[in-house]
Structure formats: structure tokens, C-alpha cells
């Protein structure tokens, strides 16, 4: 059970709904409006006793719904009074691990056939949201302990877990979050920068996020179970997201001194490639680089390095530099590297 806000034009209602599998599909039902303020259903005794009103439980037993009173609590949990919610949530129980639908524990087996069946928009948004990563690695290499809130879930209640959790999320981490959630990494595969979306061409992450959005809007399995769906129409599920990205910008960070270790290697297990590509002239790179000529005959790949290094942190696009430059500055590495012995 969960209570899902509902935004309207005159403002928003809340209703109390379940996740229920119908056809092989997780579906939504509702079992009880709440109105404008779901705190109504529920009564303070005295002290820090409270319980629900009658009409609440009348609602579920009509609707066949068995539930324990923990679900119920944990449901209308940010509706309790202050004192009372910070008590319950200091005793609150871990998140209940996956069930079978007679209250049995799932085999190691059947819970990695569940994870497979959650949906990777959902996986990478739910990765960036508990550890505020781009990089979210093979996320079906195994069963993740902080997915399982996910499973046997609606699409209804996925978004309401989500949407809770993304509002918790800084303004500055916005647009890195887009760029994690829809996958907009796969559309600049073998890019240096492709984990640093700040440096990348803003025209082409724009076109991307949209195709993204269009091809999401359309996925069958992300909207199973959504009923009375117009796939001409961007669903409100994603109407948001367009909004986010649009009216947010990607903000410079600190630079990861990891990211230069990974550049290094990489530029080591390439460089032969580069070398032959690389077509700037002798006398550009060095004067790039703010090298001599004098000074380059004497220079080993060490100083060089370091030489580099120095430059790239000043110019690198997540420190406020230009993306063009950095280019252009690794590019006049590259030809110094392949003439030193």
C-alpha cells in the first residue's frame, strides 16, 4: 500500500492505492480517497498513541486487501504528527526483503529472475539516487540489495518511491542525473569525456535526451500495467523530466584525481593508434604545452606527464575550461609522447 499524491489543476488529492498483479502485469487499484490531506483519517488519543479511522480499515476489508499493521503505518508515515513520525521512523524496521505472494521467502534463484525483470531506466535511476553515480557498472551482472524495494511494484508505485527520492536531489545534480537515468553515456561510447557530460557537445546531448525520452515514452514494458495510455502524447511519468533538463545545467565539479589515472592508461593502451592519427605539428604542441624546443630535447616522459597534468587540470572542462582546448592540449601531449624515447 502507499498513498500517491495526485497533482491537479485546482491542486492536489491524495488516494490510497495497492500494487496488485493482474494478467502477469503489476497493476494499481485505488481503495480510498483521501482528499486534500490524508493526516485526516487519522486520530491522536492522547500522548503519542494515534490509530485510523474506521473508514480506513472499512476501505481495505471492502477491497479484500490483507495487510499487516506495519504496511499501514508505513504508508501514511509522513502524514503522522511530527514527534510521533520521528519516534516510528528511529524503530523502523529494514526494508522487508522480497516475498512470495503466500508471505514465503523468494530462493536466491527467483530473486535474480525478479531483478532481471526490472526495467533499466529504473535500475540507473535508482543507482544514481543512493550512491550519485554516473557510472553505474553491470547492474544485471546480480541481484542488488538496493533495488529490492522495487520489486512487485506497479509502474504507479515505482514512480511515487522515485519521485520521493528525486526530491531530495540538489539542483546542481539534476542534469547529471538525466544523463545517468536515460543512458545518455551509450550515445558517446569510447568519448573520453563521456563520464564528464559537462565537456561534451550540449547540441548533441540535447538531441539525444529527446530521442531518449520519445523511445521511452513508447516502451510497452516500461508502461505495463498503465491502463488508458495515449502513446501520441509524452506520459506525465516523463513530461517532467523534459522540464528538468531543459531548465537545469550541468555544473562543474571537482575533479576526481582517479579520472587522470584512467585517462593515463588509456592513453597508453592507445597511443600507438593516436600516434598515427596525431596530425599537429611539432612546433604547435610545444607551444601548447609551454615548452621550448631546448627544453623538449632534454625532457623525459615522466616530466612531460607532469608538464601535461598541470595544463589538462587548468583547462580541463570541469574546472571551468574549454572543451576545445583540453582537446587540443591532449592532442599536443600525444605528439611529444610519441617522440620521446
Given at each position: 500500500?502507499?498513498?500517491?499524491?495526485?497533482?491537479?489543476?485546482?491542486?492536489?488529492?491524495?488516494?490510497?492505492?495497492?500494487?496488485?498483479?493482474?494478467?502477469?502485469?503489476?497493476?494499481?487499484?485505488?481503495?480510498?480517497?483521501?482528499?486534500?490531506?490524508?493526516?485526516?483519517?487519522?486520530?491522536?488519543?492522547?500522548?503519542?498513541?494515534?490509530?485510523?479511522?474506521?473508514?480506513?480499515?472499512?476501505?481495505?476489508?471492502?477491497?479484500?486487501?490483507?495487510?499487516?499493521?506495519?504496511?499501514?503505518?508505513?504508508?501514511?508515515?509522513?502524514?503522522?504528527?511530527?514527534?510521533?513520525?520521528?519516534?516510528?521512523?528511529?524503530?523502523?524496521?529494514?526494508?522487508?526483503?522480497?516475498?512470495?505472494?503466500?508471505?514465503?521467502?523468494?530462493?536466491?534463484?527467483?530473486?535474480?529472475?525478479?531483478?532481471?525483470?526490472?526495467?533499466?531506466?529504473?535500475?540507473?535511476?535508482?543507482?544514481?539516487?543512493?550512491?550519485?553515480?554516473?557510472?553505474?557498472?553491470?547492474?544485471?551482472?546480480?541481484?542488488?540489495?538496493?533495488?529490492?524495494?522495487?520489486?512487485?511494484?506497479?509502474?504507479?508505485?515505482?514512480?511515487h518511491i522515485i519521485e520521493g527520492m528525486e526530491s531530495q536531489l540538489r539542483p546542481h545534480e539534476l542534469r547529471n542525473y538525466l544523463y545517468t537515468a536515460f543512458h545518455l553515456e551509450s550515445y558517446f561510447r569510447g568519448h573520453?569525456?563521456?563520464?564528464?557530460?559537462?565537456?561534451?557537445?550540449?547540441?548533441?546531448?540535447?538531441?539525444?535526451?529527446?530521442?531518449?525520452?520519445?523511445?521511452?515514452?513508447?516502451?510497452?514494458?516500461?508502461?505495463?500495467?498503465?491502463?488508458?495510455?495515449?502513446?501520441?502524447?509524452?506520459?506525465?511519468?516523463?513530461?517532467?523530466?523534459?522540464?528538468?533538463?531543459?531548465?537545469?545545467?550541468?555544473?562543474?565539479?571537482?575533479?576526481?584525481?582517479?579520472?587522470?589515472?584512467?585517462?593515463?592508461?588509456?592513453?597508453?593502451?592507445?597511443?600507438?593508434?593516436?600516434?598515427?592519427?596525431?596530425?599537429?605539428?611539432?612546433?604547435?604542441?610545444?607551444?601548447?604545452?609551454?615548452?621550448?624546443?631546448?627544453?623538449?630535447?632534454?625532457?623525459?616522459?615522466?616530466?612531460?606527464?607532469?608538464?601535461?597534468?598541470?595544463?589538462?587540470?587548468?583547462?580541463?572542462?570541469?574546472?571551468?575550461?574549454?572543451?576545445?582546448?583540453?582537446?587540443?592540449?591532449?592532442?599536443?601531449?600525444?605528439?611529444?609522447?610519441?617522440?620521446?624515447?
Amino acid at each position: 500500500m502507499y498513498v500517491r499524491c495526485i497533482r491537479q489543476a485546482d491542486g492536489v488529492r491524495y488516494v490510497l492505492r495497492e500494487s496488485i498483479q493482474v494478467d502477469g502485469s503489476w497493476t494499481s487499484r485505488d481503495l480510498l480517497d483521501l482528499g486534500s490531506d490524508p493526516g485526516d483519517v487519522i486520530e491522536y488519543p492522547g500522548g503519542r498513541g494515534y490509530y485510523f479511522k474506521s473508514e480506513v480499515e472499512d476501505a481495505l476489508e471492502n477491497g479484500g486487501v490483507v495487510y499487516t499493521a506495519e504496511e499501514l503505518e508505513r504508508a501514511f508515515l509522513p502524514f503522522l504528527r511530527g514527534d510521533i513520525r520521528r519516534i516510528v521512523e528511529m524503530f523502523a524496521h529494514r526494508q522487508p526483503s522480497a516475498r512470495g505472494s503466500q508471505g514465503r521467502r523468494v530462493t536466491d534463484d527467483e530473486l535474480a529472475e525478479l531483478h532481471l525483470g526490472l526495467h533499466g531506466f529504473d535500475k540507473r535511476r535508482l543507482h544514481f539516487l543512493k550512491f550519485g553515480r554516473i557510472d553505474c557498472g553491470d547492474l544485471d551482472a546480480r541481484p542488488w540489495k538496493f533495488l529490492r524495494v522495487l520489486l512487485k511494484r506497479s509502474r504507479d508505485e515505482v514512480e511515487h518511491i522515485i519521485e520521493g527520492m528525486e526530491s531530495q536531489l540538489r539542483p546542481h545534480e539534476l542534469r547529471n542525473y538525466l544523463y545517468t537515468a536515460f543512458h545518455l553515456e551509450s550515445y558517446f561510447r569510447g568519448h573520453l569525456l563521456k563520464d564528464h557530460p559537462i565537456a561534451l557537445d550540449p547540441e548533441k546531448l540535447d538531441a539525444c535526451f529527446l530521442e531518449e525520452v520519445c523511445r521511452l515514452n513508447s516502451d510497452r514494458e516500461f508502461f505495463a500495467g498503465v491502463g488508458n495510455r495515449d502513446s501520441g502524447t509524452l506520459h506525465p511519468f516523463l513530461r517532467k523530466y523534459v522540464t528538468l533538463f531543459f531548465d537545469h545545467d550541468f555544473v562543474a565539479q571537482r575533479i576526481d584525481p582517479s579520472f587522470y589515472r584512467e585517462f593515463m592508461n588509456r592513453r597508453r593502451a592507445h597511443g600507438r593508434v593516436l600516434a598515427v592519427r596525431a596530425a599537429m605539428p611539432l612546433e604547435n604542441a610545444l607551444l601548447l604545452l609551454r615548452i621550448a624546443e631546448e627544453e623538449f630535447r632534454c625532457m623525459t616522459r615522466t616530466q612531460l606527464t607532469r608538464r601535461y597534468r598541470k595544463i589538462a587540470k587548468r583547462v580541463h572542462p570541469d574546472g571551468g575550461g574549454e572543451h576545445e582546448e583540453f582537446i587540443q592540449i591532449t592532442e599536443a601531449y600525444e605528439v611529444l609522447r610519441c617522440r620521446l624515447p
